[in-house]
């Protein structure tokens, strides 16, 4: 296996796991019978003890994404696959703007 698939499946493990945070967010605030506390309490109620705080958990999501962001740069320089090459930026694209989507989320 070469280092740039390397660095793309694990670029691409930290943003599914950014991703599926996402997802369980949306499906639980959109859910109109729950109040936003409510919301709130059940999505945090996912996350270990020691991560339940807002802040901690923004926190982590925002470190996957910038270590997501990271793995497919070191993807993209070692790739000489045009494909790939292609792919690293749109990937790098998608978790940059999740990643400054829970940036903004600490406002």
Same mark, same amino acid.
């Given at each position: 296996?070469?280092?740039?698939?390397?660095? &793309?499946?694990?670029?691409?493990?930290?943003?599914?796991?950014? #991703?599926?945070?996402?997802?369980?967010?949306?499906?639980?605030?959109?859910?109109?019978? !729950?109040?936003?506390?409510?919301?709130?309490?059940?999505?945090?109620? &996912?996350?270990? =003890?020691?991560?339940?705080?807002?802040?901690? @958990?923004?926190?982590?999501?925002?470190?996957?994404?910038? =270590? $997501? #962001?990271?793995?497919? *740069?070191?993807?993209?320089?070692? $790739?000489?696959? !045009?494909?790939? !090459?292609?792919?690293? *930026? @749109?990937?790098?694209?998608? @978790?940059?703007?999740?990643?400054?989507?829970? =940036?903004?989320?600490?406002?």
């Amino acid at each position: 296996m070469k280092k740039a698939d390397i660095f &793309y499946i694990l670029g691409f493990i930290f943003l599914c796991l950014l #991703i599926t945070d996402l997802v369980l967010w949306i499906m639980i605030s959109t859910d109109d019978s !729950k109040s936003f506390t409510e919301a709130i309490k059940e999505h945090r109620s &996912y996350w270990p =003890v020691f991560l339940q705080r807002p802040l901690k @958990a923004t926190l982590v999501n925002i470190s996957f994404g910038v =270590v $997501s #962001i990271l793995m497919f *740069i070191g993807g993209y320089v070692r $790739s000489k696959r !045009k494909f790939f !090459k292609g792919l690293a *930026i @749109a990937l790098i694209i998608i @978790a940059g703007l999740i990643t400054c989507w829970q =940036v903004f989320s600490l406002m």
